[in-house]
């Protein structure tokens, strides 16, 4: 059985960093591809970044909204995705999840970001 969790959020100034990390247990293959969305409340989830699974190649994406700011990563011997998060601004303020697979696929339960003007 698969499992994300996430952890880094938190409270965080205009203009600041935030970095994410998501541990990812459990059997993975190329065509799972890792990602990572965000919900701001009152509004549906939405893409953030995606990057392939571990140990496979392929093309990184960013949504427009977080492009030459937000940096997906993963380690491929720890199993852990990343998001680091620049030039924070109060509209990135958003439970933040990552993806395995999907969407659907599998999801974590989410890590809260905000950011304060």
């Known amino acids: 059985q698969m499992q994300l969790v996430e952890n880094g959020g938190g409270s965080v100034q205009t203009g600041g960093s935030l970095k994410l990390s998501c541990a990812v247990t459990?059997?993975?293959?190329?065509?799972?591809?890792l990602g990572w969305y965000r919900q701001a409340p009152g509004k549906e989830r939405e893409f953030v970044a995606a990057?392939?699974?571990?140990?496979?190649?392929?093309?990184?994406v960013y949504a427009d909204s977080v492009r030459d700011r937000f940096t997906i990563s993963r380690a491929h011997a720890e199993n852990i995705l990343y998001l680091q998060m620049t030039i924070l601004k109060p509209a990135d303020t958003a439970i933040y999840y990552c993806?395995?697979?999907?969407?659907?696929?599998?999801w974590g339960r989410g890590t809260q970001d905000t950011v304060s003007s």
């Open positions: 990057l392939p699974g571990f140990w496979c190649s392929g093309a990184t």
């Open positions: 459990g059997r993975t293959t190329c065509t799972d591809r």
């Open positions: 993806n395995s697979g999907g969407p659907p696929g599998n």
